[in-house]
């Protein structure tokens, strides 16, 4: 199905998004990833861009 991708940048974004998604998906089935650290989070928005380019040439 479709996946959308969301980037955020400031200080304290992992602890809001974190707070935020936990507020919107309370009832819902829907499955949303929000990075656990801000040192882990650069790579694995890289990972993820890379991997939705590799998705898209196919």
């Known amino acids: 199905g479709p996946v959308i ?3 955020f ?6 602890a809001m998004c974190q707070s935020l998604v936990v ?3 309370k ?5 949303v990833f ?3 650290s801000p040192s882990a989070a ?3 928005i890289e990972n ?4 939705a380019d ?4 196919i």
């Open 5 to 7: 991708g969301i980037e």
């Open 23 to 25: 507020d919107l998906m």
């Open 42 to 44: 650069e790579s694995q």
């Open 9 to 14: 940048n400031c200080d304290g974004c992992v």
């Open 48 to 51: 993820f861009y890379n991997f």
């Open 27 to 31: 009832g819902t089935t829907g499955l």
């Open 54 to 57: 590799m998705q898209m040439g």
């Open 34 to 36: 929000v990075s656990q």
